[in-house]
């Protein structure tokens, strides 16, 4: 190393006392000292015998003694993470007890390298410069660019032009991404499967009868034969008064003895409104709501799920309901907006 | 007559001439303080996270089709569900070590975001961000944020009901990107969320080869411009200056430390794995649209994202008849945008302030620069605070205190609580600089007193 051959002189001009000043260099310079000492002793820079890089120190058994120990304990907890491996059958296999003998196994080897570090592992303290920057090497291949541009008379045209073909280049190397979906196309999020007439079905498939639903409680419904996993199918239905509604104008007839269904989807960022508040004293609590367990955004069932709380900024979509003549609950329409998160440009009113 | 440690330098340098250098980075100095092992232990929380990784990649399904579970875990016989999430459980269940490999995986990736992030604040409080070194803490900030999103793809694979929930969010917070969040969201679902299952096999991809290959590469490119202008150092005597580096070489004296310290963070992980449980996915259940549970909490370190997105007030972007800008935007995608361009920014924008062009090798105490530290507190508790109301929910469990009040109290706090820090701190730097003065004074005065002492000593010697 550069420094050693800079610091060696110094080390070995320097009295021993001196050893504390400002320009001594800590361990290695005196492990410096200590080695040209040494080499002296041999009889100037021994041919023989190179001069000592390492510093020298004591050995120290007992501390062989514990790393070896402490590697015993290592081998043993990784050859127990093999047995217990392979003692227990598949099912039955203790993930503690995997975990303490793998991780014991880590552990015991990191102590081990720790006392090897401490104690067996001379400690030098060595000192080297920052790299500085280079003002000549950068001067120079700026001329170099420039020397190896000097034949060039329309160099801007050139660059351009070797600029735009790159840029063309990598768009034909995009294109192929337009296979990965449509490129522009937001009809998908449009979809919706309800129709004037079609049936509501619980969970299980069952359709749903206007009779079962009752206050004070909440229903998970879907567009009877649509995907479950449709986020335009699923409904919250929810039974109110009629004479606590107070639905948007033109919703008349939409919920028949006080069924409401709203898109469980919550307008904010899409998670399924899974909470309905209901309160158990009316007359000092809050009135019923739909609440959304992802980030409290709160509608009220009673004003065509306006947001009474949190961050949504759109009402629930309302599907108009309908009974029909066997008592069960059909779709009147389709919703009153989009269902789910907003995007760029969307259009509030019903799904086209 | 062969020499085992010889022989095999002379192979490779015959044949790469690349002793010289071998010989160079052998001798590289570490300087010596606790607080640069912080970046060392996300470094090898990383190694942890690819040899797990690897044993769950191999059992993994990325499929959304739908299957029936028979195993032996009896809450789910019968339930139908994806054959991500049943792999998953299977895994878990029913594979040796399974469980280990991903409770471990799971640790290791909380434990890796946060290595990363306390990393990143040594680097901010000790301003070893600045000239020279501006381009590891972009490269440091671009696998901040890269590895964010690598852990949330992460658990949004598996397909059970928190990771769907989380996975909703992220479609509608995508959704809400100005002008190409419609188009972009079905681009990569295919449809509607959550689309026909192209979505899991691109995540999955994205998971297991993309973003970590980009990662392993920043990774290097990080490590690269560390060597290549050397650590920081405190200045703890007069021979560290900012030319010349006092340290540790990497051999003898540092390679055993620093893998000493990846076994240990190894063992500190597979213990966690083995102990600790972590996500129990087999409770969540499946996912599907429709299905919602309260009080759950994302991975820690999207809980500040969480946050945002319920701090936001109540409104979306609309003109006329069409929305503009979601609601979502604010809190899912312009706040960390926020943080990330103050963060990214810092030391050009500390650069025009102070006027300070100069090269730093030496670190700073946080005492140091006042203002800095300062604004590093103020900005952090800003961050902090909406993490903790992104648990606004867990706090109402905890203290009786309703969601409402918090809300209220968090959305006055979150602009106070900066700004009252900023200047606590900077006061508080500033006294402690002002003892320090007073007592290296003190310490001058008292080495002259005793040089004077001695003087007189000395001089009246030849009276006596």
């Keep these: 190393m550069s420094e050693r051959a800079k610091d060696r002189p110094e080390a070995q001009q320097g009295a021993p006392g001196e050893a504390g000043s400002a320009e001594a260099h800590g361990g290695a310079g005196a492990g410096d000292a200590q080695s040209g000492g040494s080499g002296g002793d041999g009889g100037g820079d021994g041919v023989e015998a190179p001069a000592r890089i390492v510093p020298p120190g004591l050995p120290?058994?007992?501390a062989e003694y514990v790393v070896l120990a402490l590697l015993a304990l290592a081998m043993l907890f990784a050859v127990g993470f093999i047995v217990v491996y392979a003692e227990y059958s598949p099912a039955e296999v203790p993930n503690q007890l995997l975990g303490v003998c793998i991780g014991g196994a880590l552990g015991f080897a990191a102590l081990a390298l720790a006392v090897l570090a401490r104690r067996l592992v001379v400690t030098e303290e060595l000192e080297d410069d920052y790299p500085q920057e280079n003002p000549r090497e950068q001067s120079e291949i700026a001329q170099l660019v420039h020397e190896s541009a000097s034949r060039i008379t329309r160099r801007r045209l050139l660059l351009g032009a070797g600029a735009a073909t790159g840029g063309v280049l990598g768009l034909a190397g995009l294109t192929p991404v337009l296979s990965l979906g449509p490129l522009w196309d937001t009809a998908p999020l449009d979809y919706s499967p309800w129709r004037r007439g079609r049936r509501l079905v619980d969970p299980h498939g069952y359709p749903m009868l206007a009779s079962e639903v009752e206050e004070e409680t909440f229903y998970t419904a879907f567009a009877e034969g649509a995907d479950r996993e449709d986020?335009?199918?699923v409904l919250v239905v929810v039974r109110l008064h009629p004479s606590e509604l107070r639905l948007p104008k033109g919703r008349e007839g939409w919920a028949p003895y006080g069924i409401l269904a709203y898109s469980k989807i919550c307008t904010h960022a899409g998670c399924a409104v899974a909470l309905y508040r209901k309160p158990r004293f009316p007359v000092v609590e809050a009135k019923p709501a739909l609440v959304c367990p992802c980030h409290y955004s709160t509608f009220n069932p009673a004003t065509g799920a306006s947001v009474i709380f949190g961050p949504a900024g759109r009402p629930l979509p309302q599907l108009p309901l309908m009974i029909d003549p066997s008592g069960h609950l059909r779709a009147a329409g389709d919703f009153s907006g989009r269902v789910g998160p907003a995007w760029w440009g969307v259009r509030e009113g019903p799904p086209t | 007559m062969s020499e085992p440690v010889r022989d095999p330098i002379q192979f490779i340098d015959e044949r790469t001439a690349a002793a010289p250098l071998l010989k160079k980075a052998l001798r590289y100095l570490f300087p010596d303080h606790w607080s640069f092992l912080l970046g060392e232990i996300a470094l090898y929380s990383f190694i942890v996270l690819i040899a797990t990784g690897v044993y769950l990649a191999l059992s993994f399904e990325p499929s959304l089709a739908k299957t029936v579970y028979h195993g032996p875990y009896a809450p789910l016989r019968g339930r139908e569900m994806s054959d991500a999430y049943k792999s998953v459980v299977e895994m878990s269940l029913t594979y040796k070590a399974g469980l280990l490999m991903r409770q471990t995986h799971h640790w290791a990736a909380d434990v890796f975001m946060a290595s990363i992030v306390a990393h990143l604040m040594r680097v901010f409080f000790t301003g070893a961000y600045r000239k020279p070194r501006e381009l590891t803490w972009l490269i440091g900030l671009a696998l901040l944020f890269t590895s964010l999103l690598e852990?949330?793809?992460?658990?949004?694979?598996?397909?059970?009901?928190?990771?769907?929930?989380?996975?909703a969010i992220g479609y509608g917070v995508l959704l809400s990107v100005p002008l190409v969040g419609g188009p972009l969201g079905v681009l990569l679902f295919g449809a509607a969320f959550p689309g026909k299952g192209v979505f899991e096999s691109r995540m999955y991809i994205a998971h297991v080869f993309i973003i970590p290959a980009l990662l392993a590469t920043l990774i290097g490119a990080h490590l690269a411009l560390v060597m290549a202008r050397h650590h920081t150092q405190f200045k703890r005597d007069a021979r560290h200056t900012q030319r010349r580096l006092v340290g540790v070489p990497m051999f003898p004296g540092q390679a055993p430390r620093s893998l000493a310290l990846m076994l240990a963070v190894a063992a500190v992980l597979f213990l966690l794995g083995g102990l600790v449980q972590i996500n129990p996915i087999w409770q969540w259940g499946p996912f599907e649209p429709w299905l919602g549970t309260n009080g759950a909490q994302p991975d820690w370190y999207l809980g500040w994202?969480?946050?945002?997105?319920?701090?936001?007030p109540s409104f979306d972007v609309v003109i006329g008849h069409y929305t503009v800008i979601p609601n979502p935007f604010w809190g899912g995608?312009?706040?960390?945008?926020?943080?990330?361009?103050v963060l990214a920014a810092f030391p050009w924008a500390e650069r025009r302030l102070t006027g300070d062009r100069t090269v730093h090798n030496l670190a700073d105490r946080p005492r140091e620069a006042p203002n800095r530290t300062a604004f590093g507190v103020a900005f952090l508790s800003w961050i902090f605070l909406v993490f903790v109301f992104g648990a606004a929910d867990r706090l109402y469990v905890l203290f009786g205190v309703s969601y409402e009040t918090l809300l209220t109290v968090f959305r006055v706090a979150i602009w106070a609580v900066p700004a009252l820090a900023f200047l606590i701190v900077r006061r508080l730097c500033r006294e402690l600089q002002h003892a320090d003065r007073v007592e290296h004074e003190r310490e001058l005065a008292e080495q002259e007193a005793a040089r004077q002492e001695a003087e007189l000593m000395r001089r009246r010697e030849p009276v006596i």
Excluded: H, K, Q
């Excluded at chain 2, 852990?151 to 996975?167: E, F, K, M, N, T």
């Design chain 1, 60 to 62: 120290d058994r007992g």
């Design chain 1, 231 to 233: 986020i335009a199918s």
């Design chain 2, 151 to 167: 852990g949330y793809l992460g658990y949004s694979l598996v397909d059970d009901l928190l990771s769907g929930i989380g996975l």
């Design chain 2, 305 to 312: 994202l969480i946050g945002a997105l319920r701090l936001m």
């Design chain 2, 333 to 341: 995608i312009a706040f960390p945008l926020v943080v990330l361009a």
